[in-house]
């Protein structure tokens, strides 16, 4: 566990369902242990997949699902920093300016000023990669870092997973699928952290069912046509699932 001592720990996310994916389990223990949890999104995630029936309101409803997340893992606070969600090639809308154009001192200066307010000794951002290279969440991890610098006694985590299981999954795939041109290999080459990078393996399978009900919460992420991880997650047995997801994963920085 990151810390034996109560305290409170700010996670950081970029969209609704990142702290599903990458922090639930942790979170959950961390709320049942007495520590207090605060969760801080980017954004509303309007630029995520969604159905035509709701994709005029995707914001507003991703929102709704976050919170319902939120409560499942024990979230004590949850504070939404209303930055316009960037989309996979970073343009955003349009509309306004995508959060991973927003000027890193800014976003840290925000974050910076939650975990200073909640008096919390650890903060949780993203790995270099963003995980899977998304600009919202390179963006997270370079302003989580610029608000650790304005935190002197603050311990900053990178919430990540081992690299190479998608690395071989990738190259399995190209050589018995022949993968399309278009699909960017060095994208999954380099996601997330080598193992050897990696400082914190957290025990979640406890918490595995908090897990997938806070996934499931994320509803408007796990239907539709395309393929959805979240809908691939849910479809696993509980047994495999609590396997599967059963250990979450922190680079400590510094």
């Not at 109560?6 to 520590?35: K, S, W, Y």
């Not at 955003?92 to 975990?115: L, Q, W, Y």
Request: charged share 25%.
């Amino acid at each position: 566990m990151i810390g034996r001592v109560t305290r409170t720990i700010v996670f950081f996310h970029a969209h609704p369902d990142d702290e599903a994916l990458l922090t639930a389990g942790t979170m959950a223990r961390a709320d049942a242990e007495g520590h207090r949890v605060v969760l801080v999104t980017a954004t509303a995630g309007e630029a995520g997949l969604a159905d035509e029936g709701i994709a005029g309101t995707l914001g507003a409803v991703r929102l709704g699902e976050l919170e319902r997340s939120a409560r499942i893992l024990g979230v004590q606070r949850l504070e939404v920093l209303g930055y316009a969600d960037s989309g996979l090639d970073g343009s955003g809308d349009g509309s306004r300016r995508p959060f991973s154009r927003t000027p890193v001192p800014e976003v840290a200066a925000a974050v910076a000023a939650i975990v200073a307010e909640e008096g919390a000794g650890v903060l949780v951002g993203y790995d270099a990669s963003g995980g899977y290279g998304h600009p919202d969440h390179r963006h997270v991890h370079a302003c989580a870092r610029a608000a650790a610098e304005l935190l002197p006694g603050v311990s900053l985590f990178e919430a990540t997973a081992p690299r190479w299981p998608f690395a071989l999954g990738i190259r399995l795939a190209d050589t018995l699928a022949s993968l399309p041109d278009d699909v960017d290999r060095t994208a999954f080459e380099e996601a997330f952290t080598p193992s050897s990078q990696i400082t914190h393996r957290v025990d979640v399978r406890d918490y595995a069912d908090f897990k997938r009900a806070a996934l499931r919460a994320h509803a408007s992420q796990a239907t539709g046509a395309d393929v959805r991880t979240l809908d691939a997650l849910l479809r696993l047995p509980r047994p495999l699932f609590r396997t599967v997801l059963g250990t979450e994963y922190y680079r400590r920085v510094g």
